[in-house]
């Protein structure tokens, strides 16, 4: 069994930053591919970044601001964010492709962590 536990989310000020840590622990053989989603209050839930290897994405709305990246090594994915804004709260889900040694890839979600941005 694979569990993700995001933290790093909180109360934040317009143009503060904050650093999202997730990180994947139990039966792991390899982590193909780990991203972050969020969601907002009566919005659907959307891709916000992937990285997958070395190769990173972003969603237009974040580009400039945030950062994905990972420690291999802790199976753990960090989203740097910066020059944060009001429309960035949300709560923030981190997402994994993990190979356990039982079974193949799969997705996997962590519980969420909160975000808010606000003056």
């Known amino acids: 069994q694979v569990q993700l536990v995001e933290s790093g989310g909180g109360l934040v000020q317009p143009g503060g930053s904050l650093r999202l840590s997730c990180a994947a622990s139990?039966?792991?053989?390899?982590?193909?591919?780990m991203g972050w989603f969020r969601q907002a209050p009566g919005k659907q839930r959307e891709l916000v970044a992937t990285?997958?290897?070395?190769?990173?994405n972003y969603t237009d709305s974040v580009k400039g601001r945030f950062t994905i990246s990972r420690d291999n090594a802790k199976n753990t994915v960090y989203l740097q964010m910066n020059s944060l804004k009001p429309e960035d709260t949300a709560v923030y889900y981190c997402?994994?492709?993990?190979?356990?040694?039982?079974?193949?890839?799969?997705?996997?979600w962590g519980q969420g962590t909160q975000v808010t941005v606000s003056s």
């Open positions: 997402n994994a492709e993990i190979r356990t040694y039982y079974l193949g890839n799969r997705g996997y």
């Open positions: 139990g039966s792991i053989f390899s982590i193909c591919a």
């Open positions: 990285i997958t290897g070395g190769t990173t």
